[in-house]
T-cell receptor, first 114, second 115 residues
């Protein structure tokens, strides 16, 4: 059974800092890994999707890496801004099935202080 | 292009009542998923439709939950009768493709409170 763990559970940083969020998963047989952002009371916004054959994906100030063999992914946020404050969720899609459901971690609550 | 929409945004009901949640996926997306987050836990999968067919309903908690997707467009999730432990946020997501490149787009969720 796939389990996804995100560390830390909460993180508070001053504006301008570079930061790393961590995600680990127990079963390395995945199709892809997705990072989401959730603002309070809102839905999930997809940030980056990394296919199992890829090592990293970049979008603006965000860079996500994937080490499938070790079951780890990191989300790097450069030059953090108060607007980056949100809960960041990591989720994987296991291979071998046909429903492509997401298995989520509990998330990291990020606060960027001005 | 409109995103995934869900109705209602909030619902407060008493134990034993019935509630129906609705999800409208992005137009042209054959895949529709329901997920749920109960307080303090991670978001968990409930079921997956491909068009109007249930592909996987292994995450449905029990037979008090019934999901439909008539005509392969919008979907409803009915809880009857509701219990206290059904409280949580119910998310709907849709995707165009299956497989390795299947970005799922989420709706804002319906917050269900059972008193």
């Amino acid at each position: 059974k796939q389990e996804v763990t995100q560390i830390p559970a909460a993180l508070s940083v001053p504006e301008g800092e570079n930061l790393v969020l961590n995600c680990s998963f127990t079963d390395s047989a995945i199709y892809n890994l997705q990072w989401f952002r959730q603002d309070p009371g809102k839905g999930l916004t997809s940030l980056l999707l990394i296919q199992s054959s890829q090592r990293e994906q970049t979008s603006g100030r965000l860079n996500a890496s994937l080490d499938k063999s070790s079951g780890r992914s990191t989300l790097y946020i450069a030059a953090s801004q108060p607007g980056d404050s949100a809960t960041y969720l990591c989720a994987v899609v296991n291979s071998g099935g046909s429903n492509y459901k997401l298995t989520f971690g509990k998330g990291t609550l990020l606060t960027v202080n001005p | 292009e409109a995103g995934v929409t869900q109705f209602p945004s909030h619902s407060v009901i008493e134990k034993g009542q019935t509630v129906t949640l609705r999800c409208d996926p992005i137009s042209g997306h054959d895949n529709l998923y329901w997920y749920r987050r109960v307080m303090g836990k991670e978001i968990k999968f409930l079921l997956h439709f491909v068009k109007e067919s249930k592909q996987d309903e292994s995450g449905m908690p029990n037979n008090r939950f019934l999901a439909e997707r008539t005509g392969g467009t919008y979907s409803t999730l009915k809880v009857q009768p509701a219990e206290l432990e059904d409280s949580g946020v119910y998310f709907c997501a849709s995707s165009k493709f299956s497989g390795a490149v299947n970005t799922q787009y989420f709706g804002p969720g319906t917050r269900l409170t059972v008193l």
